[in-house]
């Protein structure tokens, strides 16, 4: 029998954070992080991230891994064993990663292209129409979508091991290395370090509300929390691994990453470029014109493609675990499915950029549905019914033990991160959920 299968596991500490900081630092960190930085305010808003990360993300991971760890279940399963009733929340998970997926393998596929074409100098001089041409075209960006799931699908049905562990194993030093040579080369020019201090600077009046929502939304994007990829890797780990440390060695590593990836977008002097392009058409003009420049480019995109690889693997997983353990297929054959799934979503989302673009609902394509409906409904709402189901729900000796004793948070620290769970995350993420909804309702 299927389901019967041996679950798996990460072999040790050093797998588990490996795992995990793959999971987390992705697109949201290289991509996302720089251009809503530089939209909000610079160093501003940057303190305001770092505050929504420590009180909100952190306490939130840590409640993720909890309940992963305490159950070594499934979403679904791992919240119905904790409290009859509540398996909704997981599912809930598992579809919003799914919806994910649909877009986020698309930027992941045109990673893969400019990682060949700055290797093959193939960009050419005119940035911006490179890009618009390959990615409102058909079947190129397809292609590589499609290559970059199969890469996915290749390290899930290779195990949590032997696919998941050991390819995080290889990527996640890999990405430090990158970058931390671009960040040394960065910083290596003046230009570069003054555009630097004029982005770090704080700018406090381009605070607005939004600046909070932008903020929030980006430190629960980034660290994975809510949907379930966090609770499934939490589901492995091994015994004797700390939760709470692991969940602080992560974000820690998340929000260095973040932070570099600052450095190296704002000292090449691109802040002024805003939105999803900054990445795609400015860096690789910046790159052009340095010494080296092609070199430059591929080790970028190729940082890009790397961090989407190791966050879509965690995506791919929790979906994944819910085929084998739920539906008692086969890790294979469930991988499969989510595989098709995932492709017949990132095929609507990349067409929705270019032949299918007049096919709009309230004024968004397809691609933009996904992106705004995932983070600006789905996440802050899984974010605080984690919360209430770990503050709230669950028995509260049973959640202090696995806390406390299993999951290494010190009899100190402990009331803080409950008192954090219990009213400081559902009442500020609903504030700001709310806020959220109105502005989006607003911009119909
Ligand atoms: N953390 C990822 C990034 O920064 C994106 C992400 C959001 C994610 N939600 C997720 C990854 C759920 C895995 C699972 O790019």
Not at 259 to 265: G, Q, S, W, Y
Not at 365 to 382: G, K, Q
Request: hydrophobic letters at 55%; one cysteine or more; glycine letters at 12%.
């Amino acid at each position: 029998m299927a389901n019967t299968e041996k679950r798996g596991g990460f072999g040790g500490k050093m797998a588990a954070i490996l795992a995990a900081a793959g999971s987390a630092i992705g697109l949201g960190n290289i991509w996302r992080f720089p251009y809503i930085t530089s939209e909000n305010g610079g160093g501003a808003f940057i303190l305001i991230y770092l505050g929504c990360i420590l009180f909100l993300g952190l306490p939130l991971l840590i409640a993720e891994f909890a309940v992963g760890h305490n159950t070594k279940k499934n979403p679904i399963d791992a919240f119905a064993t904790i409290k009859r009733g509540w398996g909704w929340l997981g599912a809930m998970g598992i579809i919003s990663v799914t919806l994910i997926m649909g877009y986020y393998f698309v930027i992941a596929g045109w990673t893969l292209n400019y990682t060949i074409a700055s290797a093959t100098n193939a960009i050419g001089g005119d940035f911006g129409g490179f890009f618009q041409t390959f990615t409102t075209g058909t079947w190129m960006p397809l292609l590589f979508t499609y290559i970059f799931i199969l890469a996915n699908h290749f390290i899930i049905t290779g195990g949590v091991q032997g696919g998941i562990e050991k390819a995080s194993k290889i990527m996640m030093p890999l990405l430090f290395a990158i970058l931390v040579a671009l960040a040394i080369y960065s910083l290596w020019m003046p230009e570069g370090r003054e555009a630097l201090t004029n982005v770090f600077t704080p700018d406090f009046s381009m605070v607005t509300g939004k600046s909070f929502l932008a903020a929030m939304g980006q430190a629960f994007f980034t660290l994975s929390v809510g949907m379930g990829a966090m609770l499934i890797y939490g589901s492995y780990f091994k015994d004797g691994t700390k939760i709470a440390g692991t969940a602080i060695s992560v974000v820690s590593l998340d929000t260095i990453v973040a932070l570099m990836a600052a450095v190296i977008i704002f000292s090449a002097g691109v802040e002024n470029e805003s939105g999803p392009q900054l990445a795609f058409v400015a860096m690789p003009k910046v790159f052009s014109t340095m010494p080296m420049g092609g070199v430059w480019s591929t080790l970028f995109f190729l940082l890009l493609g790397l961090a989407a690889l190791s966050s879509t693997i965690s995506m791919h997983e929790a979906v994944t675990s819910y085929f084998v353990e739920k539906r008692g297929m086969s890790r294979r054959k469930g991988a499969w499915v989510v595989t098709i799934v995932a492709i017949v979503l990132a095929s609507a989302a990349s067409l929705s950029l270019g032949d299918w673009s007049g096919y709009t609902l309230a004024g968004m394509n397809f691609f933009s549905l996904l992106d705004n409906f995932t983070s600006i409904v789905m996440l802050p709402l899984l974010g605080i019914l984690t919360a209430i189901f770990v503050g709230w729900i669950w028995k509260k000796e049973d959640m202090r033990k696995e806390l406390t004793a299993e999951g290494g948070v010190d009899k100190a620290t402990y009331p803080v991160i409950r008192f954090l769970l219990r009213y400081v995350c559902p009442l500020l993420v609903s504030v700001v959920f709310v806020f959220g909804i109105i502005d989006f309702i607003k911009n119909l």
